[in-house]
């Protein structure tokens, strides 16, 4: 059975890092909700027109636009060895669509990266994102080689424009009205992984919890 590995925390706890690089080593497919809406709104699509002002306001975009996107990336995807699912779900009721969707085909984990509030204002005010690949940057732990310019395809680094001071307050708030109620949700099917740490250990983590 192919795995899928849901990752679950706040804006800020490592779920990009993570499931890109669990993506990369295991051959995954990556569904970055984020990612897929930032490229609607950068092609200005109508998907991108109706996302941009709930991304603007820190909220979340509602669940019948957001399952029609995540739908169209199912379909199209060719699933590769598995899926790691960054971003999604953020509601119990994309949790509830997801189980539906995967359940019977996928062997599915979820993974709850947990973090301080404090960790997560320094990491999302220091994160900087590739505008074409999308690789994420800490300009404080992970810099890139040159200023400005991503390692891996040369693009250019942009701060996203969610991350700043006073939306991540308001992104944090989101988080805990309506995406870690699906902790409860999911119940003993979580495992919490304390991510505080450096990402390689969070990783090596996440490693030794996919394969048990
Ligand atoms: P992210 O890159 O995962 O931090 O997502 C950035 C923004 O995109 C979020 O703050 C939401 O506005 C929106 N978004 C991403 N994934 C979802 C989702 N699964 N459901 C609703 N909104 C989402």
């Not at 199912?74 to 999604?88: E, H, L, Q, T, Y």
């Not at 505008?131 to 991503?150: A, D, G, Q």
């Not at 003993?188 to 390689?200: F, G, P, Q, S």
């Amino acid at each position: 059975m192919k795995k899928c590995v849901v990752f679950l925390g706040a804006p800020g706890s490592g779920k990009g890092t993570q499931a890109r690089k669990i993506a990369k080593e295991n051959l995954y497919s990556i569904l970055s909700t984020g990612d897929l809406i930032r490229a609607e709104i950068r092609a200005s699509t109508e998907i991108g027109q109706k996302s941009r002002p709930y991304i603007e306001r820190g909220e979340l975009i509602p669940d019948e636009l957001m399952l029609d996107v995540v739908e169209e990336w199912v379909n199209a995807s060719s699933g590769g060895r598995g899926i790691v699912s960054d971003g999604f779900p953020r509601t119990v009721s994309q949790a509830k669509a997801l189980d539906h969707r995967l359940k019977q085909t996928f062997q599915v984990t979820i993974l709850y990266l947990d973090v301080n509030l404090e960790e997560i204002k320094n990491r999302v005010l220091n994160r900087r994102i590739c505008s074409r690949c999308n690789s994420i940057y800490n300009i404080v732990t992970t810099k890139p080689k040159k200023e400005f310019v991503c390692d891996k395809c040369g693009g250019k680094l942009i701060r996203r424009l969610d991350d700043t001071e006073e939306m991540i307050d308001i992104r944090y708030k989101t988080y805990l009205e309506q995406t870690k109620p699906i902790l409860d949700f999911y119940g003993t099917r979580v495992t919490l992984i304390n991510a505080n740490k450096d990402a390689e250990d969070v990783y090596k983590e996440i490693i030794k919890r996919i394969n048990e």
